[in-house]
């Protein structure tokens, strides 16, 4: 045996070793016995070792032989370890794809049974049924032009036999910027009236060309979710996330993601540190995020609305601002009828912070909407519809938009209220938008609807379900076949993304939505239906009205629904079926199918700690670092910053916390941030700009480190192991 040369102990490495001694015995008195194997975060060799990988220039011709040479040695049976010491090795040459941009990095390779730890019957069971569940998800993404991975479309094709075909993938269309000197609410130069008909039947709308059509019952060629099917499919997903095979191989692969990732982790955290390092002028604060997931009616933080208060009690004391049983009341009186005056309020008695006495109690934090408990304070600043048409609230939301103008690189995506009780709501908040020109480059506007048809029918506000859907619905309709008949709102509709659906999620129906579960127009109980027959009409009119926008040349809208803060398991199964993106989704934690699902098909999650640490899970057992770490796609948001945040920077404050308690690195933030951009309803013009020119390309290839400062490797690590997962799939189909 040949002999191994010690290197000598120098002076410089003397010098390390006192230091360690020095730092180990500091704190004599406090160590214990296992003290000896763990590491200082104060390290000096850790330090050195950094500071000497980041900094020194090494031999690239040095590292290119050795990677070369690069092989695997895997004994080739652990049962000749007992007829001979020096069991025979085979050498595997791993498969090292190559990216131009990408720098080496040390990649972690499986080699052998890829099923191990299932059999192989089950382990095609499993294929079988996921690939099944990637082809339901990618029909209902196309039929509402909503996003699905280009890498995903090819596999399924290739698995398939079929060519890959790039112009049949679809992409949502989002308004672009105004140019220099364009009034983005200009309401003239609307398109021409099409002359058609919008009716609703048995749900959704259908679009006919003339009366006479619509009278005989004959729409256009429009594809349009099948109920029957759809049920069918979601039948399928029921059984599939309770299937034990499927349960048991899903499990044991996201537990794999979470090792490789952090093995990935500790092979390569100081190579991904050294490019980002080496990347000029773009570091975290100025890559753009968007807050992904924020209510209008929340979006200023507590100081910001008490100074508001304040500020308009000194200037409009003696304005005309509420109406009470037919009585016109001043400011003035409004406050003394409540026995309150500004100057005495403080952030404590405007009490619309969540607190302890919050969790688990959705019905409490929605009173926390109400500045003093009162409701006409609500009514009065954070309403477009009272006696000043919402002045007040859309002042607010001007200064919270001049906020994020400032900051520049920061966006978000508030939502506002349609119920759905009145078919006027579009019209009155289109006009509200419209008049107090309520537009920011740095805001894009979403709709939400909450969940509340047993209220409005208890009230006898809507005679059916059907109503309620046909005012949220049929006026957007109306708008889009001849948006000269309502200029305000046509013009307003540029400026909406998407719609969200809303409300405590823990609230239980009775209802089980399937093929007996009576049409909405039949629907005339006051008793709510279940969250999958919401989601489920609310997907299916949203795919008719893409269609139509599409083919009218507008922009089209995305399903992006609060889903998975708490309640069943199967609110996550129908937003898989339907919505492109989702708020919280907590509860996939519950399910490693649906969580393996969602990783697979890379579905963006807007996930909210602050706001679940006050409502549903305590911050420091959140599942987002868990997610991030398995590469499901998620990213950060407030939610309401009035109710949990401090600062005027509530999406900063939302980075910083959890990069403090989930100790996540200046790549991971990064990352978050980007998952962010690409998620949110920015149109293609801005996503170039913030994420590149090839940004709709995946992997390393789609991103511009000099504009997101992601590592290279990082995205390239997220790539392959992606790829690896769907090779999986694809020769789990080949072995039948």
Not at 391 to 397: D, N, S
Request: hydrophobic share 35%; net charge negative.
């Amino acid at each position: 045996m040949p002999k191994v040369l010690v290197p000598e102990t120098d002076d410089h490495m003397r010098a390390i070793a006192e230091q360690v001694f020095a730092s180990e015995t500091k704190d004599e008195n406090t160590r214990d016995e296992i003290s000896m194997f763990d590491v200082a975060e104060d390290c000096p060799i850790l330090h050195s070792e950094m500071a000497h990988h980041l900094h020194m220039d090494e031999d690239p011709e040095k590292r290119k032989r050795r990677m070369q040479r690069c092989t695997m040695a895997v004994p080739a049976s652990l049962g000749d370890k007992a007829k001979s010491v020096t069991a025979p090795v085979v050498e595997v040459e791993v498969d090292m794809p190559t990216y131009l941009e990408v720098p080496h990095f040390q990649r972690v390779a499986i080699i052998g049974d890829y099923a191990s730890g299932v059999t192989m019957d089950d382990f095609e069971l499993s294929c079988k049924g996921l690939y099944r569940a990637l082809s339901i998800r990618e029909k209902y993404m196309k039929l509402a032009f909503q996003r699905y991975p280009l890498t995903v479309t090819q596999y399924l094709r290739n698995i398939e036999g079929e060519a890959f075909k790039p112009e049949n993938q679809v992409q949502p269309v989002f308004t672009s910027p105004p140019k220099d000197g364009e009034d983005p609410l200009d309401t003239k130069n609307l398109p021409p009236n099409l002359g058609l008909v919008a009716r609703m039947k048995e749900g959704v709308i259908y679009v006919y060309n003339d009366e006479a059509a619509a009278n005989s019952d004959q729409p256009k060629d429009m594809p349009c979710p099948d109920y029957d099917t759809f049920i069918d499919d979601m039948n399928f997903l029921i059984a599939l996330i309770a299937q034990g095979p499927t349960k048991t191989y899903t499990h044991r692969r996201l537990k794999f993601l979470m090792s490789k990732f952090n093995v990935h982790e500790m092979l390569n955290e100081m190579e991904e540190m050294k490019e980002l390092k080496m990347n000029p002028h773009r570091d975290f604060y100025n890559c753009r995020k968007v807050d992904t997931h924020i209510h209008a009616a929340a979006c200023m933080n507590q100081k910001h609305l008490l100074r508001f208060i304040k500020r308009s009690y000194r200037v409009d004391a003696d304005r005309v601002v509420h109406k009470l049983n037919g009585k016109e009341m001043t400011m003035k009186e409004l406050f003394a009828s409540l026995n309150l005056h500004p100057y005495d309020l403080t952030v404590d008695s405007l009490d619309v912070h969540a607190g302890r006495q919050t969790f688990q109690r959705f019905d409490k934090f929605n009173a926390k909407y109400n500045p003093v408990g009162a409701s006409e304070l609500r009514d009065l600043y954070m309403k477009t519809e009272n006696h000043i048409h919402g002045e007040y609230f859309a002042t607010i939301i001007r200064e919270v938009a001049n906020d994020l103008e400032d900051a520049k690189y920061q966006y978000a995506e508030p939502r506002l209220s349609i119920y759905g009780c009145k078919p006027d709501e579009w019209s009155k908040l289109s006009g509200w938008f419209v008049k107090h020109r309520v537009y920011s480059p740095n805001l894009k506007w979403m709709i939400q609807v909450p969940r509340i048809y047993d209220i409005f029918r208890g009230r006898n506000f809507v005679p059916h379900f059907g109503k309620m859907l046909e005012n949220i619905f049929l006026p957007v309709f109306q708008a889009t076949i001849d948006p000269q008949s309502n200029p305000e709102l046509s013009v307003f509709l540029k400026h909406v993304t998407g719609f969200d659906s809303v409300d405590d999620e823990s609230k239980h129906s009775g209802h089980m939505f399937c093929t007996k579960s009576p049409k909405p127009e039949e629907w005339d109980i006051a008793k709510n239906p279940s969250y999958t027959y919401y989601i489920y009409y609310m997907y299916a009119n949203i795919a008719m009205l893409n269609q139509l926008r599409k083919q009218r040349g507008m922009n089209t809208f995305q399903f992006r629904p609060h889903c998975g803060e708490a309640g069943a398991i199967t609110h996550l199964l129908a937003s898989f079926m339907t919505a492109d993106n989702i708020s919280h989704g907590l509860n996939l934690k519950k399910s490693p199918v649906l969580q393996y699902l969602y990783f697979l098909t890379q579905i963006p999650i807007a996930m909210s700690p602050l706001s679940n640490n006050s409502l549903f899970l305590e911050y420091a057992k959140n599942p987002l670092p868990e997610f991030h770490k398995k590469g499901l796609v998620v990213s950060l948001s407030t939610d309401d910053p009035m109710q949990f945040h401090y600062t005027k920077e509530p999406l900063m404050e939302e980075y910083a916390i959890a990069a403090q308690v989930f100790k996540l690195s200046t790549c991971d933030m990064c990352e978050i941030s980007r998952n962010s951009v690409l998620q949110s309803a920015l149109s293609a013009e801005e996503k170039t700009r913030f994420l590149g020119n090839d940004y709709l390309k995946e992997g390393p290839e789609g991103n511009d480190i000099r504009k997101t400062n992601v590592a290279q490797i990082r995205m390239a690590y997220r790539y392959e192991t992606l790829c690896y997962e769907l090779n999986l799939i694809k020769e789990g189909l080949k072995a039948e």
